[in-house]
């Protein structure tokens, strides 16, 4: 099995990074794809084929992943369109925003339409440690296992209906961003407190674990806080000075604010 990575950017760049983590294939089954070749050099360097021709990468690659901006979405399949056999080979569209009905529109094909799944991951990907969102066309659903074990091997997956894809861009692809403001946050709380800022970045990361561990064997998080919070202690001041700041009422937004 041989993949193409269209593409080398943060997500491009992050997926070939997992991939070359996990046992899936050989370096050399991997081709890299992008313009420019700087962004190449260190995929060449661990052994996978590089090269700044989509048509070569498209042409040789089983799975054949779009990890470019939307609106170079379609400049790519038009130009990878003439390479590609419907027969054999599956489309992954990384980029966000574009629907199945689009791409299948792009690459229709004397009335045929390839395999496609839609694949939205989160950068954690390059440490195999992805939340990722799958939509498959027809096609795609009706042998889903090559895709589905690229990306449970690379993290955690989830196979949605098309219609909320988005929502699962927002939570995972845009969430990591997210919850990594939440780090840097409470690292500067930390060095106003008195740490030294490694120091504190490390505390929340370990404070951060613990919590994932917690509800990693199935417990509720409002739960686990009635634990914390001591009758008069110090958390209960702390998470209502949160709360009077607005703290749930801004996540919440925030997440929705992905999708205005
Ligand atoms: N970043 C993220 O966390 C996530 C991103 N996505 C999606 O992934 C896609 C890529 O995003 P991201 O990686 O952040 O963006 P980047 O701008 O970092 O990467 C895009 C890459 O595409 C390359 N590129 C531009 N034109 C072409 C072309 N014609 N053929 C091949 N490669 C080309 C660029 O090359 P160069 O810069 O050398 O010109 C660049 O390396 C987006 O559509 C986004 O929606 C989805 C989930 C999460
Ligand atoms: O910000 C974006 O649009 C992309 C999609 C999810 C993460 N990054």
Redesign the pocket.
């Known amino acids: 099995m041989k993949i193409a990575v ?7 760049g992050a997926f070939a990074t997992g991939l070359l983590k996990t046992d899936l294939f050989k370096p050399e089954d991997i081709t890299v ?4 070749e700087g ?1 190449l050099k260190p995929f060449a360097e661990q052994g996978t084929s590089v090269t700044t021709d ?1 048509k070569v990468a498209a042409a040789v690659a089983d799975i054949v992943v779009l ?4 609106k ?1 979405v379609k ?2 399949i038009d130009e990878i369109k003439e390479e590609l056999d419907y027969s054999k080979q599956t489309i992954v569209n ?3 925003s574009i629907k199945l009905d689009q791409l299948e529109a792009w690459l229709i094909s004397g009335g045929d339409v390839p395999a496609i799944c839609q694949a ?4 954690g990907i390059a440490h195999r440690q992805s939340m990722t969102f799958l939509s498959p066309n027809d096609k795609a659903a009706a042998s889903p296992k090559p895709v589905l074990d690229i990306f449970n091997a690379l993290g955690k997956t989830m196979v949605v209906d098309e219609d909320l894809l988005g929502a699962g861009t927002a939570m995972a ?1 845009c969430g990591i961003a997210y919850v990594l403001r939440f780090i840097r946050a409470a690292s500067e709380a930390g060095v106003e407190l008195g740490f030294k800022a490694d120091d504190a970045k490390n505390i929340i990361l370990q404070t951060i674990k613990g919590a994932g561990s917690l509800l990693a064997e199935g417990c509720h998080p409002e739960a686990e806080i009635d634990k914390v919070t001591t009758p008069g202690g110090m958390t209960i001041k702390g998470l209502n000075t949160l709360e009077a700041n607005g703290f749930t009422h801004a996540v919440i937004e925030g997440f929705k604010g992905s999708l205005k």
């Open positions: 269209i593409g080398a950017g943060e997500m491009g794809a992008n313009p420019h962004k989509n990890a470019v901006k939307p170079v400049g790519v990384m980029a966000a939205i991951p989160n950068i692809g």
